[in-house]
């Protein structure tokens, strides 16, 4: 690795540590005489939407171009540029251009609060940075070589509000657990389905993004305390932190499913039929399960954002291995309630609260 700086000096360079779920990496300069300059690294929790950037890189191979901008947005996770919401990335309009990537991003002070990464294509003037603070935080591990991160060894979604009322959750906003792991921290804690996590070491958790990005920023071998909604119990549990596995681990699956059957509920606006069994593994998705073929607009299956192609695995606490099935538990659903419905799409798992007429 070459570095060359504005005033062309050149240098050689190693790398010290990378993180690929942020996309960053620490690089060390090699036989250096005398001093550099420096910036500063600035407090990017402190910045506002609105405010004033600055952005300086190599777009395209026009050194030191600078573009100006505002912040467009913080907290951005979900645009698909790297797997994980750990970066927490910053959105400017600053342009942001090909040769930008790893340059600096400054508030009018001329500190840097983020470090340019990714633009989406099809836009123009989105582009993300890093936020500095994470950088920060990631320094002592990227100086040791690696970045290791905590894990609890759960799935997870967020709450909703017509699903907590389904699940008698005093609460709102959570990370509720759709799955846990055996031989995990979280099992070994006592976590269960169904739990609802709000906090952790008194830190609001408002849904599953927050659970993953505080448990991922603490040190494998650290403990923690979640406050956690069992039903309406509010319960507390001290977990002790594992670290975050490279892969998922192989999920069980079912052993297939009686002859496709589809059932239809005309009060709901609902269609089911069994899960194709091969066609459901080959895919990722249960081999056995109540599949969505129709929603009717307007219906009360649209209202609780149903759609074809989720694939129902349990309702009202007994779990669904055919369109049968469903039918059978819809039938003896109270009135007027809410029915929870436990959904896979692949290998995403939701909650979603079907309105019983």
Same mark, same amino acid.
């Given at each position: 690795i070459k570095v060359k700086l504005d005033d062309g000096r050149s240098y050689d360079a190693r790398v010290l540590g /990378?993180?690929?779920?942020?996309?960053?990496?620490?690089?060390?300069?090699?036989k250096v005489s005398g001093r550099l300059p420096v910036v500063k690294l600035g407090d990017s929790n402190a910045m506002k939407v609105g405010d004033y950037v600055v952005a300086i890189g190599n777009p395209f191979g026009l050194a030191?171009?600078? @573009?100006?901008?505002i912040i467009s947005g913080k907290e951005r996770d979900?645009?698909? %540029?790297?797997?994980?919401?750990?970066?927490?990335? %910053?959105?400017?309009?600053?342009?942001?251009? &090909?040769? *930008?990537?790893?340059?600096?991003?400054? *508030?009018? =002070?001329?500190?840097?609060?983020?470090? *340019?990464t990714a633009i989406i294509g099809g836009g123009s003037g989105i582009g993300f940075a890093v936020p500095s603070n994470?950088? =920060?935080?990631?320094?002592?591990?990227?100086?040791?070589?690696?970045?290791? /991160?905590?894990?609890?060894?759960?799935?997870?979604t967020d709450l909703k509000p017509d699903v907590?009322?389904?699940?008698?959750?005093?609460?709102?906003?959570?990370?509720?657990?759709?799955?846990?792991?055996r031989g995990t921290p979280a099992e070994r804690a006592g976590l269960r389905s169904d739990d609802v996590v709000v906090s952790i070491d008194g830190k609001p958790v408002n849904g599953?993004?927050?659970?993953? =990005?505080? %448990?991922?920023?603490?040190?494998?071998? @650290?403990?923690? *305390?979640?406050?956690?909604?069992?039903?309406?119990?509010?319960?507390?549990?001290?977990?002790?932190?594992?670290?975050? &596995?490279?892969?998922?681990?192989?999920r069980e699956r079912g052993r297939g499913s009686q002859a496709p059957v589809e059932e239809?509920?005309?009060?709901?606006?609902?269609?089911?039929?069994?899960?194709d069994a091969r066609a459901g593994a080959g895919r990722g998705g249960p081999s056995q399960g109540a599949v969505i073929t129709e929603v009717v607009p307007g219906s009360r299956a649209e209202e609780a954002n149903l759609e074809p192609g989720m694939v129902i695995v349990e309702a009202g606490g007994e779990p669904?291995?055919?369109?049968?099935?469903?039918? /059978?538990i819809l039938a003896k659903a109270p009135s007027g309630k809410s029915l929870l419905l436990r959904l896979q799409v692949g290998e995403a798992r939701l909650l979603r609260a079907l309105p019983v007429p």
């Open positions: /990378r993180d690929p779920l942020t996309d960053l990496a620490l690089l060390q300069l090699e030191s171009s600078v @573009s100006a901008g979900d645009f698909g %540029i790297v797997p994980g919401p750990y970066a927490d990335f %910053i959105q400017t309009d600053a342009a942001i251009n &090909p040769g *930008n990537s790893g340059g600096p991003l400054f *508030n009018l =002070r001329g500190d840097v609060i983020g470090i *340019n994470v950088a =920060r935080n990631l320094l002592p591990q990227l100086e040791q070589g690696e970045v290791k /991160r905590g894990w609890l060894g759960v799935q997870i907590a009322q389904a699940m008698n959750v005093p609460v709102k906003s959570g990370a509720v657990v759709m799955d846990v792991t599953s993004k927050d659970l993953t =990005r505080i %448990i991922g920023s603490r040190a494998p071998g @650290s403990s923690s *305390n979640l406050t956690v909604y069992r039903g309406s119990q509010k319960r507390e549990f001290k977990v002790t932190l594992g670290e975050r &596995p490279d892969l998922e681990g192989v239809k509920s005309e009060k709901l606006g609902l269609s089911v039929t069994d899960v669904v291995r055919s369109a049968r099935d469903f039918q /059978r």
